[in-house]
């Protein structure tokens, strides 16, 4: 049915075309050189994953047509027949054992972690083996493009970046660096080819630029439409503005180690009723309301409710309501009536004014006599200050998003003691320990179910939200402004893929 | 001429050799670039191995060594954020930098020299007066505020020009170039209207300056005498001796120009290097900033050459040594 449509409307309507306004030019268009937001964009446009990722973040085939669990740590899966990279070369099971391997000496062996060994069975079949049982592994894989094995081995890694070869819905037409990258349809397609024939990507930096371009017809798509622009774009006719809750949680880790860096004598933040007179101290409506315009969700927990390990019905904000005069009866119970001095690090570059929700923590924080100096810094400077083990920080304020649609990844790097167990708890800013919530993410990690895994990450949920190691802040909202008879559906993960949308 | 030309290149190594060195003391203050590349849980051991990749393994004295030696064969190192060669990223984004500048800078000329030699030929007239005030606002008003509003009204309101990008290029001994086409032109006029006032404004304003010193020389009174015409006093007799300083500022903004054209080209995404600076800087990428600082010291010091050569042309009495 929905070849048919396609097949009707392209007879009738001529070359479809789209141009689209980006935030920045992509650095990659090799999936093994590094991530960022427009690369990623482009990955998924010439290339497939073995599982792919739908706009809502459930998973399902991609070059993969099916696949199972031989036993607890093996699976098979069954590759898609007829597939072809856009240089004609046929894509069997060679190419993805070859870009396994690859990964693993790349810049990002993350993407492998949970790979043990990969073989090829047959031309069309791979099996792969985790170093423990692993339910999420599909979910893991929708992030691992696959090369040609052949054409990359030829063109070699930096040439890679400047002339990409995968088997996905478009193929690069022309890139001249910041200026414009343009694909086109690539008509042998596994999945049928795409609607729309070319698609422009223009890197547009200067956000009220880009507002300028999409009301003047130059493109028609952007995205990350400024908040202020909100509602100008709004008023004028013939566009229309989109928005979507992301999944970048905004959070604040709390230091519990008995010492910490910025603050005199021992740690009040190691008693929960302080941590707990904290996040009632923080009106995170009042942040939206006023910093925000409006256009971010408050954080129920710390992964959202799409993902395995959210508690339905849980929410941090009914169980700490904004009560200052509760939070000083708490504050004073623990033996801190005149608060404390501690500094908090936080970003002015990385997320949407950011440096604004520090200095309006400043003075929430104020109302419960905790004298917060604020330390912000440029993204390039944070990652390297903030890094485990956390000599500078107490209270650190960061965002973090799990495409993946599991709590396990997180929960493992956040939450899970430190120095205990290789890749585990090596994000754990906060040293955060306890001995339950550790049995749970390894019992997790450890079972082939995924319904398991889901049950066993909610009770760490429980335990967390309890504890209050760190407390979520909001959910930014992604923002796209689009002329009229353009279809877009945003994807959760804020990628852009020109293959599900359509104009008129 | 050639004890001349030999002096400049030492001095000029030199210039290069410390700018080198600076960049790369203080890049050590600016935060570490594998955390600009690596995921940000990443393990201690992804960690190490982008530090390998990336040979940012070495102390900063054997990084810099490295970075040496392989300049002398012409090596000018790796993107760390791209993976390319620093020297392609920035060259491949020169030309459109230089095309926006010279427009620019042609643009402030063929405006500013009419004016400065008018405004400094009659200083009390009400039009000059005029000219004078507007050359303040040309240096006051920041450029990307100026930017904004052209493209406020000249692009979303009246829909005259473009907001943003280079439009059709066409391509000329390799080089693509977008004044050879109208719809290049069409782009290139914002921005580099834009870009042109602060320089505009200056150059106004020292030339209006020489003709006030130039008027009150005798030669100017003896040419008028012998019967040459207001045009023939003015700009044959008068502006050729007031140029010296305006070749100075012209050299001088040219390269400032080139070099920090960024703002300008942020604002209308102009494809030029000035963004590339900026991003390069937001991400570490250290070698990329190296190079294009050097590639700016080598811009100014070619510029100051060949000023100094104009002197000669323009007066006789000056010779290099």
């Known amino acids: 049915m929905t070849l048919l449509a396609t097949t009707a409307g392209g007879a009738i309507s001529q070359e479809k075309s789209i141009t689209i306004g980006l935030t920045a030019d992509p650095s990659h268009l090799y999936p093994l050189a590094g991530e960022e937001l427009s690369s990623n964009i482009m990955y998924y446009h ?258 959202p409710a799409s993902h395995i390990g959210h508690v339905d019905g849980m929410d941090f904000r009914e169980m700490y309501p904004v009560d200052i005069e509760t939070a000083n009866d708490l504050m004073a119970e623990a033996g801190y009536p005149d608060g404390f001095a501690m500094t908090l690090d936080a970003t002015n570059d990385r997320y949407v004014n950011d440096a604004q929700i520090a200095q309006a923590l400043a003075s929430m924080l104020a109302k419960i006599d905790i004298d917060l100096d604020l330390n912000i810094m440029p993204k390039s400077n944070f990652w390297g200050y903030i890094r485990v083990p956390t000599e500078n920080s107490s209270f650190i304020m960061s965002g973090w998003d799990v495409p993946s649609g599991d709590a396990g990844s997180m929960y493992a790097s956040l939450f899970y003691t430190r120095d205990k167990k290789e890749g585990y708890g090596q994000v754990n800013r906060g040293s955060y320990s306890n001995p339950e919530v550790d049995v749970l993410i390894d019992q997790a990690d450890a079972t082939p179910s995924v319904d398991e895994r889901d049950r066993l990450l909610q009770d760490a949920t429980r335990i967390l939200m309890a504890d209050i190691p760190m407390i979520p802040v909001h959910y930014e909202q992604d923002i796209y402004g689009v002329r009229d008879g353009v279809m877009l559906e945003p994807r959760v993960d804020k990628f852009i893929w020109a293959h599900d949308m359509d104009v008129e | 001429m050639l004890g001349y030309l030999l002096k400049r290149l030492i001095q000029m190594t030199l210039v290069l050799w410390i700018v080198s060195v600076i960049v790369f003391l203080m890049m050590s203050f600016t935060g570490d670039p594998v955390f600009m590349v690596v995921p940000i849980d990443a393990s201690d051991a992804e960690i190490a191995q982008a530090r390998r990749l990336l040979g940012l393994d070495d102390s900063l004295l054997v990084q810099y060594w490295k970075f040496l030696t392989s300049l002398v064969q012409g090596d000018f190192g790796q993107s760390y954020v791209f993976r390319q060669p620093a020297m392609t990223l920035i060259l491949e984004r020169l030309p459109a930098t230089v095309e926006l500048v010279l427009v620019a800078m042609v643009l402030a000329i063929a405006v500013a020299i009419p004016l400065g030699v008018y405004a400094g030929a009659n200083p009390q007239g009400r039009i000059s007066r005029v000219i004078m005030a507007g050359s303040l606002l040309g240096i006051s008003l920041p450029g990307f505020w100026v930017g904004m509003v052209l493209i406020y009204l000249f692009a979303v309101n009246w829909g005259m020009f473009p907001s943003s990008g280079r439009g059709d290029t066409a391509e000329i001994l390799g080089l693509r170039l977008s004044v050879l086409t109208w719809d290049g032109w069409h782009h290139v006029v914002l921005p580099a209207i834009t870009l042109s006032l602060a320089t505009m404004a200056i150059i106004l304003r020292i030339t209006r300056a020489g003709m006030m010193e130039v008027g009150r020389q005798d030669f100017m009174k003896f040419a008028r005498a012998k019967g040459a015409t207001r045009r023939d006093v003015l700009y044959r007799h008068g502006l050729k001796n007031a140029l010296i300083p305006v070749v100075t500022i012209f050299g001088l903004q040219l390269g400032d120009l080139i070099a920090f054209a960024t703002i300008t080209e942020t604002i209308f995404s102009w494809p030029g290097m000035g963004k590339l600076l900026i991003d390069s800087i937001y991400r570490a990428d250290r070698p990329v900033i190296v190079v294009y600082l050097m590639l700016v010291a080598l811009i100014f010091v070619v510029i100051n050459f060949l000023v100094d050569v104009i002197y000669t042309l323009i007066d006789p009495r000056i010779r290099l040594k």
């Open chain 1, 46 to 303: 010439l290339y497939d994953p073995l599982v792919q990722r739908s706009p809502d973040l459930s998973f399902g085939p991609g070059l993969a047509k099916s696949w199972e669990t031989v036993d607890d740590t093996t699976w098979r899966f069954k590759l898609r027949e007829g597939v072809t990279f856009h240089n004609g070369n046929a894509f069997t099971a060679s190419d993805v054992v070859f870009t396994v391997e690859k990964a693993r000496e790349s810049i990002r062996p993350d993407l492998v972690a949970n790979i043990e060994t990969i073989t090829a069975i047959d031309d069309l079949t791979v099996e792969i083996t985790t170093p423990k049982p692993y339910a999420v592994l599909p979910n893991d894989l929708a992030e691992l493009l696959i090369l040609d094995e052949d054409y990359t081995i030829e063109t070699g890694d930096t040439q890679m970046d400047l002339e990409p070869m995968g088997t996905g819905p478009y193929r690069l037409d022309e890139w001249i660096k910041e200026e414009r990258l343009v694909l086109e349809a690539f008509e042998d397609y596994w999945a049928g080819p795409p609607t729309i024939d070319t698609v422009t990507f223009r890197p547009i930096t200067n956000p009220a630029t880009r507002t300028a371009a999409l009301l003047t017809g130059e493109v028609d798509v952007i995205q990350d439409l400024s908040v202020r622009d909100v509602g100008r774009v709004r008023s004028e006719g013939g566009f229309e503005v989109l928005t979507r809750p992301s999944l970048l949680n905004l959070v604040l880790a709390l230091d519990m180690r008995e010492e910490s860096p910025t603050i005199d004598g021992s740690n009040p933040m190691t008693d929960q009723r302080v941590r707990e007179a904290i996040a009632r101290a923080i009106d995170v409506e009042a942040i939206i309301e006023i910093v925000m315009n409006g256009l971010a969700t408050p954080s129920d927990q710390f992964v």
